[in-house]
């Protein structure tokens, strides 16, 4: 079965630390790889995405992911969070091409000051 | 537990004919967001509606309207259909009365403009 998997509903960072999300994928074909972001009371915003090619993307707001097929996984990075990051960050995976985005569960991110 | 229902879940239609699509949120649920996903494409935001109002618009054709009830169910009405407009359509739902918003998101009606 393909699926994609976030760990961890809920992430605390202080101000100008680290930020990590995790994400894994299970699938049998190469996937695309996605990482939306929603503000409160917004729709999603697409961060980064990765199809082909360099497996270290950049997204916006200085936001990158690296997909490592070996061990499945596709974690969000920022070197240095920001309380604007604070939002719920989706990680989603399409298998194909006419074939619907799977959503993860979402990481509801909480920056302290 | 209850998820987001859409329905239906397969529509086939053709060029110039209307279509209605509708999205059940989760109950206690205040907020709908209607997406589109065309074959290989990433999904786009078309527009949001929290209360019954309008809270947010993306890239929602003018053929296109969208409303949600006083039940907070949600109907995404199309026009005009168009060849292009065959895609898979889905709906997510949240409670938005705090600032922990979760979006849950239904399994899509899949349309299909012959």
């Keep these: ?113 | 537990a209850a998820g987001v229902i859409q329905s239906p879940r397969h529509l086939i239609k053709e060029k110039r004919e209307t279509a209605t699509l509708k999205c059940y949120p989760i109950p206690r649920h205040d907020t709908v967001y209607w997406y589109q996903q065309g074959p290989g494409q990433d999904p786009q935001f078309l527009i949001s509606f929290y209360e019954k109002m309008q809270s947010d618009k993306g890239s929602i054709p003018d053929r296109f309207s969208a409303q949600q009830f006083s039940d907070y169910h949600s109907e995404l009405n199309m026009s005009s259909l168009e060849l292009g407009d065959s895609a898979l359509y889905f709906c997510a739902s949240s409670v938005s009365e705090t600032t922990n918003e979760k979006l849950f998101f239904g399994s899509g009606t899949q349309l299909s403009v012959l």
């Design chain 1, 1 to 113: 079965a393909q699926s994609v998997t976030q760990l961890g509903s809920h992430v605390s960072v202080s101000e100008g630390a680290l930020v990590l999300l995790r994400c894994n994928y299970s699938s049998s074909v190469p996937p695309y790889l996605f990482w939306y972001v929603q503000y409160p009371n917004q729709g999603l915003q697409l961060l980064l995405k990765y199809t082909t090619g360099a497996t270290l993307v950049k997204g916006i707001n200085g936001f990158e992911a690296e997909f490592k097929k070996s061990e499945t996984s596709f974690h969000l990075t920022k070197p240095s969070a920001h309380m604007s990051d604070a939002a719920e960050y989706f990680c989603a995976v399409r298998f194909g091409g006419y074939q619907k985005v799977t959503f993860g569960t979402g990481t509801k991110l909480q920056v302290i000051p």
